[in-house]
């Protein structure tokens, strides 16, 4: 369990700095919001609920998409709300390195910085971290695989590729060390063999999380290494998010798997078409990060900044920026398959049944 720490001073410093003089009227103070796109579910809903959470909350809202991943885009859009008189900064990165400059403008200005879902590196004006924890999305997923396959009882060998997110988001690091973690040692032992020998994460980064190239992957060692239904054995897919895990299994259902025999696919995200594919029985698992959660704490947080008291903080050792370690909540992922969909999904509210109906 970690610790839960209340980080008192740096929210009193930092709401000095910024609203010294000012009004402590929530009401009359604006945040900016940056997302980085808007052509996956996730991001949509991410800034839909933080701009209802924040409003809710009496706060005036500039919620900013930057195109599909653009990075001057989303620069551009960051220098607008620092210069459009934005008192906090809420910004999910793009690439968590290309932010630096322009973040400067915001530390000039006293604007504090919470990093959205991934951290932006090398600048120092972030004051805080608010994600899910990543490296136990990771273990959930390498966790998932080895219990799927039975790696600790069954002989194997077994087969299995992996596909991760790109390098530019720090996120990927963690899903990979952590799915790795588990599964590294089974690798080495030879219960587990990767035939692409692609096991590096620049060997298995997707670009952008892109679905295509995922799949264009996918079809590449597919054909490389002659797997299918009746040829080569191919036994688990491990897929950092649901994006990519799309791409993997549109490659698999293209060469005869079918949901009888498709190998065990991981995911993030719960996204539509991945609990739609669960529901077929093409998809095995995903992990599902409740948007409603971190936006509710990042409201929060962003309302403590503002008004002075104790900014609520779990972890103080984990995401080091470059510039030092950036205090941080970690909200809790959880493992989502057929068995648990319903209770997860449809009765917390996340989704309506006719959301998934296939
Ligand atoms: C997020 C994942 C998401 C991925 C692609 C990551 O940084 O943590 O939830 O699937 O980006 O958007």
Known sequence: ????????????LLSA???AGGSQDSGAIKVGVSMPTQSLQRWNQDGSNMKAELEKAGYQVDLQYAGDNDIPTQVSQIENMIMGNCKVLVVAAIDGSALTEALKGAKDRGIPVIAYDRLIMNSDAVSYYATFDNYRVGLTQGSYIRDALQLDTEPGPFYMEIFTGPTDDNNTNFFYGGAMDILRPYIDSGKVIVRSGQTTLAQCSTLNWSTEEAQKRMENIISANQYGPSSNQLDAVLCSNDSVANGVTNALLAVGYTEENIPVITGQDCDKPSVKNMIRGYQAMSVFKDTRTLAAKV???????????????NDRETYDNGTGIIPSFLCDPVAVTIDNYKEMLIDSGYYTEADVAL
């Open 17 to 19: 700095s910024v609203f």
């Open 1 to 12: 369990m970690m610790k839960r720490i209340v980080s008192a001073a740096a929210g009193l």
């Open 299 to 313: 409201v929060e947080m962003v309302d403590a900044i503002v008004k002075g008291t104790p900014v609520d903080i």
